[in-house]
Each structure stands twice: as structure tokens, then as C-alpha cells.
């Protein structure tokens, strides 16, 4: 029996488990009082960083070609458009959406049941690199007016004419396939990653960097990756332009992937962003006489999940499940969906657990992180888990909480109640349950380096200081 038959005998067995494994998180609307620990909790066991490749080093050259592949999607007719639209791509980032499509790639690439139709297509029919980088439409058509077109177009002095070469009788003989392998291939898929799904890593990346630059303008916030943020550099109204652009070429890039699901999994991504911004903009009192305290609690925490899942998790655990698709799994074959259900849930588990380190970071000072901090998240009236935390060691904290820290010296004593309390490391500690949760469903994995690697990437989010 080869490799990847023995790792399909091995899905199979775990069918029977699908349920109970990949259900190992709550949902985004679900209580999170389970999910919430005492300070006396142990931490889990978790294996030294050195025991685990680096996700960072294997795959540097691949994030280094992609971040500069990139840039060239950003052109626009007008070159200030350009400049906001790259702006923070040039600023050093984690990257690590682009580099969890990679890796989950790696890990799950030769286990669906399409996945030589779709190696094939990368190599020899419509999915091969210098394909997706050609539009669908005319050039002409797409983008009216651009640089890089021929001078007749540019200048709109000739009427749009068809061409007058006739269509052939027959549709040409294709290329004889070449028994070389491509410069993005292996012989092991396990060390591939198609051009489909590098293409999916940089829509990943250009989706977050859009929400930066909106989240930027609604949070007012001067600093982003130690240098000044879209809105302050270019102003609010290009910042906003700068992220809409964005999102237009994402489109437009998305749709040359030649996978309905994908585009249906990354539009609703969108569709998230804003609800979690909404959710965030309009968060409910819920200090009402008619709810018990501890009533208003939970909704405080179910609603702090479901925002985390919204705008920060969603993009990660989508994009991990469309690169299993542009891999070749199918809907309604049991075993692909399994392996779509395990990249979801991977990305789902992480990607809240990164956002929850992050809000338990926001009291570290801005010098460290690059952004605000010192309680940024308190100025904007936000309650994260810290300050839920704090709440349940501290009752002065639910006063603040309900007007939101509005009260004059109200984040100070908040800020005070936190680092007073066992918050943070009660904060670092569920993130870490979430984080144990997606190391878990990566069992259902064979074991290869991209596996070992999105293990390793867990401990890093939640070990992580800046």
C-alpha cells in the first residue's frame, strides 16, 4: 500500500469521529461559559518549538516570490490609487493568512479525489500560472484606461472595434504535454502547492490588508506595523478608496480560480468583515434590568466570540478550506468533505486564538507592537477578554464596561483592573484551548512537514509577544 492510500485508509476510519473531533470548538453564536477557565487551570502540555520545523523557513522563498507576484495585481489607472493600495504591503507584516493557505496546501494536497484532475490543469490546461494572470475579458474591456495598454486604447481616440482575424474552422490542437515537471511542482504532493492556491494565499493577504485600511479609518488609529497608518499617511477618504480597490481586484482575481465553492467561501468572508465592524460599531448594551448579571455576562462573551470569529477567524478558517478545494475535493464525497471540515476547522480554532492573543497584547505599549496599545481597544469602548476577565474578579468593572469606558479616568482604572487581576493570564490561557483544539483536528492528517509546521504555527500565535 502506498503513502496516500494508507492516508485515505486512515480517513476512513476516522468517519466514525468525524462528529465528535471536528466539532471541537463552540460556534460563533454559541455560550462561551464553558469555553471560559479558572486562573487555577494548568496549562496544557505542549511540545518545545524546536521539536517542529519552522513554518516561517520552509516556506520563506515561496512568501518572499508571493508578496512580490502581489504587488503586480495592484496597478491602476491612477498611480496615487496604486500607492495606497501597496502601501502596506511594503511595511513588514507576519504574514501568516498567506502563509496558512500555503502550508495547509502542503498538508492536505494528494489526499481528495480530484486531486489529479486538478495537478493536471496546473500543469497542462487552464489553471497553469501564466493562465491565471491573464484576464478573462479584454483587457480593453476591464479596465477602460490603464497604463500598460496599447496607445489606441489608452487614449480613447479610436471607437472599440472587434478584431478582424476570423475564428478558426476548428479549435486548435493542444500543446503535447512536457514530461518536466514545473518550477512549482514536486513529485511529492505533500511539497506542492499549485498555482491555484498561491493565487488563493495573496487574495487572502490582499482581503486583510483592505480591512486594515478600513478598520484604520473607523478606529482612527495613527500607527500600523510602526509606521503611520493609510489614514493618517494618505488621508480618510484614499484610505477608504485604497480598500475598496483592493477588494475590486480580489474579484477580479478570484474569479480566475475556476472554483464555484471558492468564490462562494471568500465572498461570504467579505460578508463577514462587515457584520463583525457592524457588530463592533453597534455593540448591544446588555446592562438591562430585565437580564440577571450572570445572563449579561455570557452575552457579553457570546458576542465577543462571534465579532472574533467575524472579523478576524473567518478569513483564516475559509481560506484553509478553499485551498482543500482548489486541491480537489469535492462536494459530497464523504472522505473531501472531511478534509475540508478539517482545514475549516484548523483555520476557525486558530485564527481565534490569534485574535484573542492580540486583544490580551493591546495592553502592552504601542513602542512593542508596532500600533496602539496601552488599552487602544478600551478608547474605542471595546470590552475584550481581559476586561471580561477583570470583570469577574472586580465588580467596579461593570459600571465601565455598560458605558463603555466613556466615564472620565474610565480606562485608566480599567486598564488598572486588568493588570491587577489574572486576566491576562486567563486570556492567554483560553487562546491556548483554542489553539490545543486546532493542533488537534491536524491528527486526522498524515504526517508530513507542512502538518509538523501548522502545529508549530499554533504555539507561535499563542507564545507570540508583539
Not at 405 to 417: C, I, N, P, T, Y
Request: hydrophobic letters at 35%.
Amino acid at each position: 500500500m502506498n503513502r496516500l492510500s494508507a492516508s485515505r485508509s486512515s480517513y476512513s476510519r476516522c468517519l466514525t469521529h468525524r462528529t465528535r473531533r471536528i466539532s471541537t470548538s463552540p460556534t460563533p453564536g454559541s455560550s462561551a461559559t464553558a469555553t471560559r477557565v479558572q486562573p487555577s487551570a494548568p496549562l496544557p502540555n505542549v511540545p518545545p518549538l524546536k521539536a517542529r520545523p519552522d513554518p516561517f523557513k520552509i516556506l520563506a522563498p515561496q512568501v518572499t516570490e508571493l508578496q512580490q507576484n502581489l504587488v503586480r495585481l495592484l496597478g491602476s489607472s491612477h498611480p496615487h490609487l496604486t500607492d495606497i493600495a501597496s502601501y502596506y504591503f511594503s511595511l513588514p507584516g507576519k504574514q501568516l493568512r498567506p502563509l496558512l493557505v500555503l502550508l495547509m496546501s502542503r498538508a492536505t494536497n494528494g489526499l481528495a479525489s480530484g486531486w489529479k484532475d486538478k495537478r493536471h490543469a496546473s500543469e497542462n490546461g487552464a489553471l497553469r500560472r501564466e493562465d491565471l494572470d491573464r484576464p478573462l475579458s479584454s483587457p480593453d474591456v476591464l479596465t477602460d484606461w490603464n497604463p500598460r495598454m496599447p496607445d489606441h486604447t489608452a487614449s480613447f481616440s479610436t471607437v472599440f472595434s472587434l478584431p478582424s482575424t476570423r475564428l478558426p474552422p476548428h479549435p486548435p490542437t493542444p500543446p503535447a504535454e512536457s514530461s518536466s515537471l514545473p518550477p512549482w511542482a514536486s513529485s511529492d504532493p505533500h511539497l506542492t502547492v499549485l498555482p491555484t492556491q498561491t493565487r488563493l494565499a495573496q487574495i487572502a493577504e490582499m482581503i486583510h490588508v483592505a480591512s486594515l485600511l478600513h478598520d484604520d479609518v473607523l478606529d482612527d488609529a495613527p500607527l500600523r506595523r510602526s509606521a503611520p497608518s493609510g489614514p493618517f499617511k494618505y488621508g480618510n477618504k484614499l484610505a477608504v478608496l485604497g480598500g475598496d480597490f483592493l477588494l475590486g481586484r480580489t474579484s477580479a482575481v478570484l474569479s480566475r480560480l475556476g472554483e464555484n465553492e471558492v468564490v462562494e467561501l471568500i465572498a461570504s468572508v467579505i460578508s463577514n468583515l462587515v457584520e463583525g465592524e457592524v457588530m463592533q460599531a453597534r455593540e448591544v448594551e446588555n446592562a438591562k434590568e430585565t437580564k440577571s448579571a450572570s445572563t449579561v455576562e455570557a452575552d457579553r462573551w457570546t458576542q465577543y466570540l462571534r465579532k472574533t470569529y467575524f472579523k478576524t477567524a473567518s478569513l483564516m478558517a475559509k481560506a484553509a478550506r478553499s485551498a482543500v478545494v482548489l486541491g480537489g475535493a469535492r462536494s459530497g464525497v464523504q472522505q473531501d468533505e472531511l478534509l475540508k471540515d478539517i482545514a475549516y476547522a484548523y483555520g476557525r480554532n486558530m485564527g481565534i486564538a490569534f485574535q484573542i492573543i492580540d486583544d490580551a497584547l493591546d495592553f502592552s505599549s504601542s513602542a512593542e507592537l508596532g500600533k496602539p496599545g496601552g488599552g487602544a481597544d478600551l478608547k474605542l469602548g471595546l470590552a475584550t477578554a481581559p476586561a471580561l476577565y477583570a470583570y469577574e474578579e472586580y465588580e467596579e468593572m461593570g459600571p465601565l464596561i455598560a458605558r463603555r469606558f466613556k466615564g472620565d479616568g474610565d480606562v485608566e482604572l480599567a486598564r488598572d483592573l486588568v493588570l491587577r487581576s489574572q486576566a491576562l493570564p486567563r486570556t492567554r490561557l483560553l487562546a491556548q484551548q483554542y489553539a490545543d483544539k486546532a493542533r488537534q483536528v491536524l491528527e486526522l492528517l498524515p504526517q508530513s512537514e507542512a502538518r509538523d509546521a501548522l502545529d508549530d504555527l499554533c504555539a507561535r500565535v499563542v507564545s507570540r509577544s508583539r
